[in-house]
């Protein structure tokens, strides 16, 4: 059987240094055939480039930063869905309801948004619970590494098969315009206008000048060694407000990293006051 082009593991490594250098990712050792086969779209006879080492040339000599953007589309882990993890949407619910009213601002962030559905879950909750943009000074910021699921984020479509058991049937009504000839919902107005999407990477300095209530950081801690995530959480806690909630995913946990959390059930941390 012909066999297609081979990533060699000297050529690995170095993909895996450049990817942890751009990214603060580690990718794992055992992960090269991952890799392989995220990339061949890219890599043979009748492709762009015949070989591993020609990708990796270029991308390493690209001024436009398109290869470089393209790499790290292709190695990330994009999977998400609307109300994943049901509990935290009830907390953010439970904390509008108990500590919402009280604030003069209320700023929420889906920290590696993927393609939206986690920050529109975040911005339904809001209506939900009666917080409205102009009524009151509420924003959410959903923001991702990887432009390519921001920009599925951005255009709010979503195609019915992709939809689960944990959106509501009456949401989808209430906040979803129904496209019968394509399959497809696209997010209301109503939804989309709480929400600012900005292309950011966790691994650089945080610009923010307002404080946030809660920060969604769910299922991307996990690509990250302990410094890295310390690093990360450190930026996180300068950003919280006074008590400020932090989630991570139901599967995640911050045994063996250090950081200043008190530790709440389903993954929620709070930063309380000094
Ligand atoms: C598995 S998805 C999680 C989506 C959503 N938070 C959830 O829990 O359903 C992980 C996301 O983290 C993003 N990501 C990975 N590294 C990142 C970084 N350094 N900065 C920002 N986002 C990153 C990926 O692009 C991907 O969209």
Not at 42 to 50: L, V
Not at 105 to 128: H, K, N, V
Not at 139 to 147: K, Y
Not at 241 to 251: A, D, H, I, N, T
Request: hydrophobic share 35%.
């Amino acid at each position: 059987m012909a066999q297609g082009p081979v990533l060699s593991e000297p050529l690995f490594k170095e993909m895996r240094d450049y990817f942890f250098l751009e990214t603060g990712i580690t990718l794992n050792k055992n992960k090269k055939y991952l890799v392989e086969y995220r990339l061949q779209k890219f890599i043979g006879p009748d492709k762009e480039f015949s070989s591993y080492y020609d990708f990796f040339q270029a991308l390493q000599q690209d001024q436009s930063g398109k290869l470089k953007t393209l790499f790290i589309n292709s190695l990330t882990t994009n999977y998400t869905f609307f109300f994943r993890e049901p509990v935290h949407f009830r907390f953010l619910a439970y904390y509008l309801k108990t500590y919402g009213k009280q604030q003069n601002y209320i700023r929420l962030w889906s920290a590696a948004c993927s393609s939206g559905e986690e920050a529109y879950s975040m911005a339904i909750t809001c209506l939900e619970e009666g917080f409205k943009g102009p009524e009151r000074d509420i924003r959410i910021l959903a923001s991702d590494i990887s432009q390519k699921v921001l920009s599925r984020a951005q255009s709010g479509v979503y195609h019915y098969s992709g939809f689960r058991g944990e959106l509501d049937d009456a949401y989808l009504r209430r906040y979803f315009t129904f496209h019968p000839q394509e399959k497809s919902f696209t997010v209301k107005d109503q939804v989309k206008s709480l929400i600012t999407f900005r292309e950011f990477n966790l691994m650089d300095p945080f610009p923010f000048t307002k404080q946030f209530d809660v920060i969604f950081l769910r299922n991307v801690l996990i690509y990250f060694s302990a410094p890295e995530k310390e690093q990360i959480l450190r930026k996180i806690w300068e950003v919280l407000k006074e008590p400020g909630y932090l989630v991570l995913g139901l599967s995640e946990s911050l045994v063996g990293v250090h950081h200043g959390f008190t530790t709440l059930n389903n993954s929620i941390y709070r930063k309380d006051r000094n």
